[in-house]
């Protein structure tokens, strides 16, 4: 029955309905989208390979490019004001080295995005320099690294 259709007509119906599919499929899922851009509303974009700013319209803020750094530096920001209420706090109730540890390490873990940023170094300096200011408190720059993996207990 089927021998009296050659190859080529066969592969031609075959390539119609794979077209046929593919547009059906395309109409469903992205009809909106395509109704966006024949009326102008919303243009194709198509990346490329090099990043030309004189080829963009849209002016882009480098505040938006950046935002997660941005977030990270009021994060270190706040965590510095922290440690330094936390090093006042633990020497005004006479805490011990080891209590001290413990509390600035819970309030490290609330800060995982300054951990990973290098702004990291800056902190632990600075709980160096706070509890150079409070001798039963002294640590030492290995000590304040430590803290960001967890307490002392």
């Known amino acids: 029955m089927f021998t009296n259709i050659p190859w080529s007509s066969y592969l031609t119906v075959i390539g119609i309905l794979v077209i046929i599919w593919y547009l059906v499929i395309i109409l469903k899922f992205y009809s909106t989208d395509l109704k966006k851009m024949v009326s102008g509303e919303k243009k194709l974009k198509i990346p490329s390979l090099k990043n030309n700013s004189q080829n963009s319209k849209e002016p882009t803020s480098i505040s938006n490019s950046f935002s997660e750094s941005f977030d990270t530096l009021d994060d270190a920001e706040e965590l510095a004001t922290r440690i330094i209420q936390a090093a006042q706090e633990s020497a005004e109730k006479k ?46 720059l290995s000590e304040a690294d430590s803290l960001w993996d967890g307490g002392v207990f």
Do not use: A, D
């Open 95 to 140: 805490l011990s080295k080891e209590q001290f540890q413990n509390y600035l390490s819970m309030v490290l873990e609330e800060y995982p995005y300054v951990k990973i940023s290098s702004l990291r170094e800056s902190i632990n300096k600075l709980i160096v320099s706070e509890s150079e200011k409070h001798p039963s408190l002294l640590l030492t």
